[in-house]
């Protein structure tokens, strides 16, 4: 199974995308990861949140093949312990899906269209944080999760 994370705008902090980019090598000794961003929406300060979400669907659903399976990283998402989530991965790669796709979206989050076509939704944290952590965030527990299910001493209990 290939793991993708969508992004909307890009990483400005150099220490944050130092970081990520550690745990995006680390996680290529267990999985093929990618991480693509979508470029923020040009004038979007002339558009409605509405128009946004719109905009930032179109450009999340163009990179999206109709045998992926979509996550949205999501509030409203259901929440993982870090075990729970590794279990969540071993089930989809049971289940013979090839590409899982996760979407952070932009700052007012996904238009219908999105939720429509997504097959789930995970939280990181009833708390809210900035784009750029949530990927940091995400990479991380992604690469816990698989040492939890390699048994590796990276996670303890």
Same mark, same amino acid.
């Given at each position: 199974?290939?793991?993708?994370l969508?992004?909307?705008g890009?990483?400005?902090d150099?220490?944050l995308?130092t @970081?990520?980019?550690?745990?995006?090598?680390? @996680?290529?000794?267990?999985?093929?990861?990618?991480?693509?961003?979508?470029?923020?929406?040009?004038?979007?300060? #002339?558009?409605?949140? #509405?128009?946004?979400?719109?905009?930032?669907g179109q450009?999340i659903?163009?990179?999206?093949s109709?045998?992926d399976a979509?996550?949205?990283?999501d509030?409203k998402?259901?929440?993982y312990?870090?075990?729970?989530?590794?279990?969540?991965?071993?089930k989809?790669? #049971?289940s013979? !899906?090839?590409n !899982?796709?996760?979407v952070?979206?932009?700052?007012?989050?996904?238009s219908?269209?999105?939720?429509?076509?997504?097959?789930g939704?995970?939280?990181?944290?009833s708390?809210?944080?900035?784009?750029?952590?949530?990927? @940091?965030?995400?990479t991380?527990q !992604?690469?816990?999760?698989?040492?939890? !299910?390699?048994?590796?001493?990276y996670?303890?209990?």
């Amino acid at each position: 199974m290939k793991i993708t994370l969508l992004a909307i705008g890009k990483t400005d902090d150099k220490q944050l995308q130092t @970081l990520i980019d550690t745990y995006t090598q680390r @996680l290529k000794h267990y999985v093929p990861f990618s991480m693509e961003v979508i470029p923020d929406i040009k004038n979007s300060k #002339n558009l409605s949140e #509405n128009q946004q979400k719109e905009l930032e669907g179109q450009e999340i659903l163009k990179r999206i093949s109709p045998s992926d399976a979509l996550v949205l990283l999501d509030e409203k998402g259901k929440t993982y312990t870090s075990v729970g989530f590794s279990e969540f991965l071993q089930k989809k790669m #049971n289940s013979g !899906l090839k590409n !899982l796709v996760f979407v952070i979206g932009g700052p007012y989050g996904f238009s219908e269209s999105v939720y429509g076509k997504a097959q789930g939704k995970v939280s990181l944290s009833s708390m809210t944080f900035s784009h750029q952590m949530v990927r @940091l965030f995400f990479t991380e527990q !992604l690469y816990r999760a698989y040492t939890i !299910l390699r048994n590796e001493p990276y996670h303890h209990q």
